[in-house]
């Protein structure tokens, strides 16, 4: 009786095992079921993104005039209407064709309150209403559609640097020169968000191999043809430069005057942060691996294989020469969890060679400088 008591006891322990061995492995399946479905809806979107966002290059376009200065009003700023008079004043004295073309972005109310301010309104002002609050590029490109210009300048709702910086910024474009970006001098913003903005800019020149030093600075200009034939998607105009430079476009970098900084001041929010890291990431993967994705896949499918791979020999090991059982041992499933996700993230970067062959042909990667008869 001793004895049928005590297999019984061992036979109820050896269930009990059991059961939590299948709702280990139940588990640790999901997990890796969970974590390769997010990889392909990535990778889903990705292509989808690229296909939508592919440049369509308007080589026939007739310039009517120099300059078009596009003003991204965003946000409340007091004094606009002062600023587009400052800007009116700036391409007056240079006496050559300019427009300058407002795109209100979810502040229509404010904009006609600030047009109505404006005593002499010249026909080179003309405003833009979208109907809903809407990404950078997606405004930056509606505002490229309506403008004639061979030049492009960007400007954020208010002043940033000086007006002599400005017009510094206009000389230094030259033939030589697509784009121009400013590199504020003597900030006079708060320390913290100086400190912010340097680590910020240092993480994408160590990421990205940029030289650029001020992504944050709103003035931009652009040649035409960098806006049209650059891809540009969600609030990726900060990283525009450094996207046309891998593109072949020729960047320079202007010391300016810091003028004013509005906005917020101090930390911003846990998810402010981490849209900064994605976008990083994502200008990353675009930089590097849009035409090559099965090497940036590829590399982490062996981390993921290599770590399967050690613990399943960690396990043989202990199988072997300890004669420990391996049968009901969540090592080993994890094992090949780690190895089957290796190989399943292999796969998708596979999936992104055929999709960047497929759809990549159409993408112009490079630029011609000139064409010599």
Not at 53 to 66: A, D, F
Not at 181 to 197: A, G, I, K
């Amino acid at each position: 009786n001793v004895k049928r008591v005590h297999s019984s006891n061992f036979s109820l322990k050896s269930e009990e095992r059991s059961e939590r061995f299948i709702l280990c492995e139940e588990y640790i399946f999901f997990l890796g079921q969970c974590f390769v479905s997010i990889f392909l809806i990535n990778v889903t979107l990705i292509t989808r993104i690229e296909v939508m966002n592919t440049p369509q290059i308007l080589s026939n376009h007739r310039y009517k005039m120099k300059h078009s200065i596009i003003v991204l009003l965003e946000e409340e700023s007091e004094g606009f209407s002062k600023f587009l008079e400052n800007l009116n004043e700036i391409f007056v004295q240079i006496h050559e064709p300019f427009e300058i073309l407002v795109m209100a972005n979810g502040t229509e109310s404010f904009l006609k309150k600030e047009l109505e301010n404006i005593h002499n309104r010249s026909d080179q002002l003309k405003a833009f209403i979208l109907d809903k609050k809407t990404p950078q590029a997606v405004c930056l490109k509606a505002a490229l559609n309506e403008s004639c210009g061979e030049i492009i300048i960007v400007c954020g709702s208010y002043q940033q640097i000086t007006r002599a910086s400005f017009i510094n910024l206009l000389k230094a474009f030259d033939e030589n020169t697509d784009i121009i970006s400013p590199w504020r001098q003597q900030r006079v913003d708060p320390s913290l968000n100086r400190f912010q903005s340097s680590l910020f800019n240092v993480l994408v020149r160590k990421i990205t191999g940029s030289k650029l030093h001020d992504l944050s600075c709103t003035v931009k200009i652009f040649r035409r043809k960098v806006l049209e034939e650059t891809a540009l998607y969600g609030n990726m105009y900060r990283f525009l430069p450094i996207v046309a430079d891998k593109k072949g476009f020729r960047t320079k970098e202007v010391k300016c005057e810091h003028y004013q900084e509005r906005g917020k001041t101090g930390f911003y929010s846990i998810s402010e942060y981490l849209t900064r890291l994605i976008d990083i990431l994502t200008l990353y993967f675009n930089t590097r691996f849009t035409r090559k994705p099965l090497r940036f896949f590829s590399a982490i499918g062996a981390v993921f294989m290599g770590t399967g791979f050690i613990i399943a020999l960690s396990v043989l090991i202990q199988k072997i020469f300890m004669h420990l059982p391996i049968g009901n041992r969540p090592a080993l499933l994890l094992a090949i969890l780690f190895m089957t996700v290796g190989i399943q993230v292999a796969s998708v970067g596979l999936l992104g060679e055929v999709i960047a062959f497929t759809h990549g042909r159409r993408r112009k990667e490079y630029t011609i400088e000139k064409i010599l008869a």
